[in-house]
C-alpha cells in the first residue's frame, strides 16, 4: 500500500499536486504511488510512466490549471473507458492492441478537471464474470470483486485517490464493499456512457470510488456536471430517515452479515436516524431474478458482433450468458420489463415514507481468489430500478476483510443519497468495529 496516499486525504494530495515544481516532479508522484504494490496487487491493466508524464506538461501548461477541482490528482480509469493514450482492450483478447480514437465522455470529464490518468485498471471480460489479475489488497488471496476489481483496489491500496468503474449488477458496489472503501453508482444516465463498451445497455451505469464519501462526491460532481453535489456535508441536515428493506435475497446473506446489518440499524437509530424495517413488497420481490434475465437478454444483443464473429474468444459463462439471452422469447423479455416498470410506479412503497434504504453490500465477506468474484444478488434490483447506491465501509467480518453497507434512494435523488451517506459515515466508525465471532 501507498503509505502516502493511504494518510493523506484528497485535499492533501491535490496540495502537494499543484505545488509540484515541474511536470516531472508531479509524474514522479504520480508513477510511485501508482506503482507501489502493483507486483502483489495487479491493479493495473496498462501502467505507463511516460504518458503520466505527457499529461502532466499538458496539464502545467495550462493558464490557472491549479484552480481546476482535480487538478494533478491521479484517477484510475477501467479498462472498458474508452482512452485514446493508452490501449483499450475491454478485459478480453479479442481487443488486444486496441487503440480508440478518442476518448469516452466520462474521461474527456476528467481530464477537463485536471486529473491525471497513470493507465487503465482491470476489468473482467466486458464487465461480466471472468475475473482478471486482480488481488484484494487486504489479503491477497481474496477476491477484490468484480467487475470493477482493478479501480477499487487501486483506491484501497493508495495507488490512487480516485477511481472509475461501471455497474450492470453490481459491480462497484460489491468491489467496494470487499476492499472496504466507498463505492457510489448514480442514477441512470447521469454520467455518460459515450465511449464505454456496454454489457446490458438499460442497466450500465458508470461508477465512482474513492476513500470516503466527501471525495466520491467531487469525483461523482466532475463526471455529471453536477456542482451541486461536490459538499455532501449539511451542518444544520436533520438526520436522515432509513428504512431497513429485507429482500429475498436477505435470506442468502451469512448469518454474521444480517447481525452486523441488524446491529448497525440499531446504533443508527440510537444517533438519532428513523430507522424502519419490512420486507420489501411483494411487487419489488422478483426484480432480481428479472434483472438476471434482462441483463442475459441485453448481453446478447449489445455483445452480438463478438459473439458472431469471435466465440471462441469468449469465456464461458460469457458464452452461457449470451446463449440465455438469445434464447429468452420476446414476450418473457417484455414481461419483465413490464415487472420493473411496475415496481417503479409503486416506488414509494419500496421506501414506506423513508428517505433512504439500507441493505448489505455483499452476502459475505470476499471470496477466496479462486472462488470468483462473489455474488451480486443484493444489488440486482436496486440497479434494474436505477436507483442510485452506495457502499460504506462498515467494518470487518470473522476473516479479518472488509463488510459494506448499502444505501439507496429514489431515482434522481442522489444529492440526497450522497447527504445521507455523509451522515451515515460518521457513525459507522469501520476501523473500530468487529463484525462476526
Keep these: 500500500m501507498s503509505d502516502t496516499n493511504a494518510q493523506d486525504g484528497l485535499g492533501a494530495l491535490r496540495r502537494r499536486a499543484t505545488s509540484a515544481s515541474d511536470p516531472e516532479a508531479l509524474a514522479a508522484l504520480i508513477f510511485n504511488a501508482a506503482s507501489q504494490g502493483e507486483d502483489r496487487i495487479g491493479a493495473w491493466e496498462v501502467l505507463d510512466q511516460h504518458a503520466i508524464l505527457e499529461q502532466s506538461r499538458r496539464l502545467m501548461a495550462q493558464p490557472g490549471w491549479q484552480e481546476l477541482p482535480l487538478a494533478g490528482i491521479a484517477v484510475g480509469v477501467k479498462d472498458i473507458f474508452d482512452t485514446a493514450d493508452f490501449v483499450t482492450a475491454y478485459g478480453s483478447p479479442i481487443y488486444v492492441g486496441n487503440r480508440p480514437a478518442g476518448d469516452a465522455a466520462a474521461v474527456a470529464a476528467l481530464r477537463a478537471a485536471g486529473a491525471i490518468l497513470p493507465g487503465k485498471t482491470v476489468t473482467t471480460e466486458f464487465a461480466y464474470w471472468k475475473a482478471g489479475k486482480t488481488r484484494n489488497p487486504h489479503n491477497p488471496d481474496h477476491s477484490p470483486g468484480g467487475s470493477s476489481a482493478g479501480s477499487a483496489a487501486a483506491v484501497s491500496a493508495g495507488m490512487v485517490p480516485l477511481a472509475i468503474g461501471s455497474q450492470t449488477a453490481a459491480s462497484t458496489i ?135 464473429l469471435h466465440r471462441d474468444s469468449l469465456s464461458v459463462p460469457l458464452q452461457d450468458l449470451i446463449a440465455a439471452g438469445q434464447a429468452m422469447t420476446p414476450d418473457q423479455q417484455e414481461a419483465d420489463y413490464g415487472l420493473r416498470d411496475a415496481a417503479l410506479a409503486q416506488i414509494d412503497a419500496l421506501f414506506a415514507g423513508a428517505d433512504v434504504l439500507i441493505a448489505p453490500s455483499a452476502l459475505d465477506e470476499a471470496p477466496r481468489f479462486e472462488a470468483g468474484t462473489g455474488s451480486p444478488d443484493l444489488s440486482r434490483a436496486w440497479t434494474l430500478l436505477g436507483l442510485p447506491s452506495i457502499s460504506l465501509p462498515a467494518g470487518l467480518g470473522p476473516n479479518g476483510l472488509p463488510m459494506g453497507l448499502q444505501l439507496a434512494a429514489r431515482p434522481g435523488h442522489d444529492r440526497a443519497l450522497l447527504q445521507a451517506a455523509y451522515w451515515v459515515e460518521g457513525y459507522l466508525a469501520a476501523d473500530r468495529r468487529h463484525a462476526g465471532p
Aim: include cysteine; glycine fraction near 6%.
Design 174 to 308: 460489491r468491489p467496494a464493499a470487499y476492499c472496504g472503501i466507498v463505492g457510489f453508482k448514480p442514477s441512470l444516465h447521469r454520467i455518460s456512457l459515450a465511449g464505454v463498451k456496454g454489457l446490458a445497455g438499460s442497466m450500465d451505469t458508470a461508477g465512482c470510488f474513492a476513500r470516503d464519501v466527501a471525495d466520491v462526491a467531487l469525483l461523482a460532481s466532475v463526471l455529471a456536471g453536477r456542482p451541486d453535489w461536490r459538499d455532501p456535508s449539511r451542518s444544520d441536515a436533520a438526520p436522515p430517515a432509513l428504512h431497513f428493506s429485507k429482500s429475498p435475497e436477505w435470506n442468502l446473506a451469512a448469518r454474521w452479515m444480517q447481525d452486523a446489518v441488524d446491529g448497525i440499524a440499531v446504533a443508527l437509530a440510537q444517533a438519532g436516524a428513523p430507522v424502519t424495517r419490512a420486507d420489501v413488497p411483494a411487487s419489488f420481490a422478483p426484480l432480481a431474478e428479472a434483472q438476471t434475465r434482462l441483463m442475459a437478454a441485453e448481453a446478447a444483443r449489445d455483445l452480438a458482433p463478438e459473439a458472431r
